[in-house]
């Protein structure tokens, strides 16, 4: 499971849009634990991070000027369950 949220994060980096659908699972779940973050929350589903999440992500930043998940770190790791972090490297169009 771990080698499947590596590519995950890979194709997140060089933004792989087709790497990153054949990736993610009907049921793959998105959770974002910051608060007062834009996505804050848990997406449930595939449809829905390819309608909400993926589209708004992109739609923030600057092409070239960052780099998303330019780090990840699998933080622990049992049986189909990954918890992983990732740090962006740059700025948004905000700032």
Excluded: W
Aim: charged letters at 15%; hydrophobic letters at 45%.
């Amino acid at each position: 499971m771990i080698h499947i949220v590596d590519a995950y994060y890979q194709a997140v980096r060089t933004a792989d849009a087709e790497a990153l659908a054949d990736l993610v699972h009907p049921d793959f779940v998105f959770i974002c634990p910051n608060q007062d973050h834009v996505f804050s929350g848990v997406y449930v589903g595939k449809q829905r991070f390819f309608d909400e999440v993926f589209p708004h992500v992109f739609a923030c930043i600057e092409p070239g000027a960052l780099t998303f998940c330019a780090r990840h770190k699998i933080v622990a790791a049992s049986g189909n369950t990954v918890v992983a972090m990732a740090q962006n490297e740059g700025f948004t169009r905000a700032g």
